[in-house]
């Protein structure tokens, strides 16, 4: 199994981006889908999460800029984000509990990872 992510890159202040990550491999089912980010010296912190029934939860500090969404028949989940500020500038990691086809137990997989830069 793995999760591709893609559509990090350079924006400006007040632009948007739009992020994509795919999970491929032999899997049964994903539960939550989710995004984090790690600034430089900082942690990784949680950004925004959706279960397998579209409920979401989203950090305060993206509340109204960013949009979490998925489509299942293609295992991918989305990030749109809007009205972007330079402190959102960091790696963001896409992360999916799931199911492999032949082993009940939920995993935790991670994507490898795109890169927000948010500057003038």
């Known amino acids: 199994v793995q999760l591709q992510a893609s559509g990090g890159g350079l924006v400006q202040p007040g632009g948007s981006l739009r992020l994509s990550c795919a999970a491929s491999g032999s899997i049964f089912s994903i539960n939550v889908m989710g995004w984090y980010r790690q600034a430089p010296g900082k942690q990784r912190e949680l950004v925004a999460v959706?279960?397998?029934?579209?409920?979401?939860n989203y950090a305060d500090s993206v509340k109204g800029r960013f949009t979490i969404s998925r489509d299942n028949a293609k295992n991918t989940v989305y990030l749109q984000m809007n009205s972007l500020k330079p402190e959102d500038t960091a790696v963001y990691y896409c992360?999916?509990?799931?199911?492999?086809?032949?082993?009940?137990?939920?995993?935790?997989?991670w994507g490898q990872g795109t890169l927000v830069t948010v500057s003038s």
């Open positions: 959706i279960t397998s029934g579209d409920s979401t």
């Open positions: 992360n999916a509990d799931l199911r492999r086809r032949g082993f009940y137990p939920l995993e935790d997989y």
